[in-house]
């Protein structure tokens, strides 16, 4: 059974270019607009792993991985943070929050998929 991905992202072609990545990948993907949407749509489905960027409206990606971390069936997820920040107080925040890797956009698709087999087991 393919394991299922959760983006979070604000801008729809980024969504949209992730997606692409992981279901030529075999991955199964949800997509959310914002941390709140994502976390709203975690609670009813089952995900295996969450990508999120950092700068979103409504809840940001430091505030989603936190809210994630709190649940106890997302406690242990492996999270990636994919975003065109690569500040290292950011990347400290991130890793602080609960965040287990730091990708810097622009991505690309082989370097992507290559850390996901890697924290996804």
Known sequence: MAKTIMTA???????QMI??????AGYDVIEAEDGQDALKKAETANIDMLITDLNMPN???LELIEAIRGKDKYKFIPIIMLT????AEKKKQGKNAGATGWLVKPFQPPQ???VIKKVLR
Not at 9 to 15: G, H, L, P
Not at 84 to 87: A, F, K, Q, Y
Request: without cysteine; negative net charge.
């Open 112 to 114: 992507l998929i290559s």
């Open 84 to 87: 065109t920040e690569s500040d």
């Open 9 to 15: 992202d604000d801008s729809a072609s980024m969504r």
């Open 19 to 24: 997606t692409f990545t992981l279901k030529q």
């Open 59 to 61: 809840m940001n990606g």
